[in-house]
DNA sequence: TATTAGCACTCCAATCAAATGAGTGCTAAC
DNA sequence: GTTAGCACTCATTTGATTGGAGTGCTAATA
């Protein structure tokens, strides 16, 4: 069976009435809703057809119909090649989300808060973004410092100006002098060095060329290397869980739990997070409905993601998770607009 | 009307009961779980009067009873009381919680994140953890270090090796020596000071002392300031928040997106450790009930706070939030020993 | 051949009445 | 002061009934 034209206006009429609603739809409602002309009873076999190709369901034998998982899934498809061509979109909305105006924020985390809230708020799903990961991004100055006799602080700055620091606990006292020549010889061998160039050849030259103190260096690399490592393993600040009760069809006490836990847990968003990275494409946008997420406490989701990226290789990701039946359009330009002004602020 | 011996049995009986199952008592439950030997009639003669008195409900005409606010309160009370008491508790559990023990942490937020987890998955309730005010702690290093032209990175180790940092940015640019100046200016003449008394005065006295960088010395004093400022607005680490699925009374929808929404707005969560450390006494534990709390999302809840303190001054307060029927014995035992361990720590 | 009207059928959801049973309050007897 | 006994209350459960939305199928129509 081939899916036509007028099957395909019905299955969209089927999916946009279930988004708005909630509710199964009827053959009767999609006769009048669409300019198809088509008495119910047409609409009726046509949908029977849909069934039986899997782009909807029938929740039981007299309701109506819901899109199913792969029905979402052309519908979306559909839905994002269109608004790859129509760019033009993008400048008539522009003004509209007043309230999705970033803040320039010194600290990192603070804006990312921040900008997961605002997405919280004026999407009324559940949001979350990820720290941008440090991979790519350059060394700009290491700094070592004595605190008391037997402890150091290691500071040290990446381009984009993300600051890491950690303690050093040395066994044997330095003098001020050594102090000196280690930050000399950390400065000019590793400034403008992308972190992953830090392997274990260049930690032995160095160890070498600190004579007496290899240890030492030793000792310092570790703790900038885990101080860079810190949070790569993905933070992820999220926000508006509590909207997933505006969702009859998630506020059901056994699923709503799971859902926050998986949001609290925050696991399962980090995987995802690395697989929108990894799998970035054309837009940067990406949507995963129901199953095709691996945790089956999403199966009732769908989640939005877009990979935002600050210069300097710095990337990251937000998204939003909410019903399977939610507003993609709104959603996906959202987004959008989100990461075009994350990609301005760098520029500040 | 006196709340005699027998009263008071009966009204113990019926909160422990009612602890445990969650439904109203009725007379008959009483008569035979107690060992007074009453017969039923008896025991309703007595509850009619303790209901008159305030201290159980009666949710409608023909039910059973279930424990007031005031009931509750009565009842902690003197649980709390007994418990400081027979301390001798304190060595006969001691082993038993395992999972509780906490791994050494070199950073801060990673050791808090993991208590508050620990402590959720123990309870089966909410759990919370406020970072520890570092008001009372002294400075114990400055640092200023040029990061490019007009960026400089101030580092501040505050005793605990709480380390704090902030991008400045110069107009002017400084040439190594007077950045040295500056240093040496600083710790001279904060080291060692309690960061509340890093007043104006002191402020203006540096500022004069910097002579031409007088400007700068006031940036950077801010920049000081607002790092370690930055998170004296109370952080707080959640977790366990989808436990309160586990109780039917918080589970129904409404409620539960409440509950959820102020566990992670943490406005309230702020507030309330606010008060827990100013309140502080004997024991440094306490606890909330229902409408003791302001905020009415938080109505069918109970709240039980500690105390704990890292040395130098540095205070924080954790807590656990469940349903008003929580197991309040094990809740406060379970938090002295957290007390107890996390004051450990700070010796290591 | 494609479309449509018509009709019997299915199944959910809402409504209602009756039955159930836990628990009370009261009174009279011990 | 305590208790047995009894009538009464009220939430909850159960089952039967109904209404309506929606389907599938068939026969008539264009």
């Known amino acids: 069976m081939e899916l036509d034209d007028r099957k395909m206006k019905i299955l969209t009429a089927v999916i946009k009435n279930y988004l708005e609603t909630g509710e199964p739809v009827g053959s009767r409602t ?37 899109p199913s998982d792969k029905g979402y899934r052309l519908y979306v498809d559909r839905m994002m090649a269109e608004m790859t061509t129509q760019m033009d979109e993008k400048n ?25 809230r605002s997405l919280a708020v004026n999407t009324n799903y559940a949001s979350m973004i990820s720290a941008p990961s440090v991979s790519g991004s350059k060394l700009k100055f290491i700094q070592l410092s004595r605190v008391d006799a037997n402890q150091l602080v290691a500071v040290v700055v990446l381009e984009g100006n993300i600051i890491k620091n950690n303690m050093i606990r040395v066994a044997e006292e330095l003098d001020d002098e050594t102090l000196l020549k280690l930050n000399i010889l950390l400065n000019t061998h590793l400034n403008g060095l992308p972190i992953e160039s830090i392997n274990l050849g260049l930690i032995a030259s160095l160890k070498q060329q600190a004579g007496i103190h290899s240890d030492i260096v030793g000792d310092v690399i570790d703790a900038v290397a885990e101080s860079i ?6 933070e992820i600040y999220t926000s508006g869980a509590n ?51 691996q945790d089956s406490s ?31 359009e709104k959603v996906v330009g959202t987004l959008k607009k989100l990461m075009r002004q994350l990609e301005e602020v760098r520029k500040t």
């Open 30 to 66: 999609i006769s009048k809703y669409t300019d198809l002309n088509l008495s119910s009873a047409t609409i009726r076999n046509e949908m029977a057809d849909l069934v039986e190709m899997g782009y909807i369901l029938q929740p039981h034998t007299s309701a109506g119909r819901i």
């Open 92 to 116: 008539k909305e522009v003004e509209e989300l007043k309230g999705l105006l970033i803040e320039k924020e010194e600290k990192m985390d603070a804006m990312l808060k921040q900008v997961a």
């Open 229 to 234: 490592q810190e949070d790569e393993d993905l």
């Open 243 to 293: 909207n997933i009760f505006k969702y009859p069809e998630l506020a059901d006490g056994q699923k709503a739990s799971e859902i926050i836990s998986t949001f609290e847990e925050k696991q399962m968003l980090t995987t995802l997070v690395q697989n929108t990275l990894a799998n970035e494409e054309r837009t940067g946008i990406q949507v995963y409905i129901g199953d095709e997420m």
């Open 298 to 328: 999403m199966k009732d989701c769908s989640i939005v993601t877009a990979t935002y990226e600050l210069g300097d290789g710095m990337k990251g990701t937000l998204g939003i998770i909410g019903p399977k039946r939610m507003d993609y």
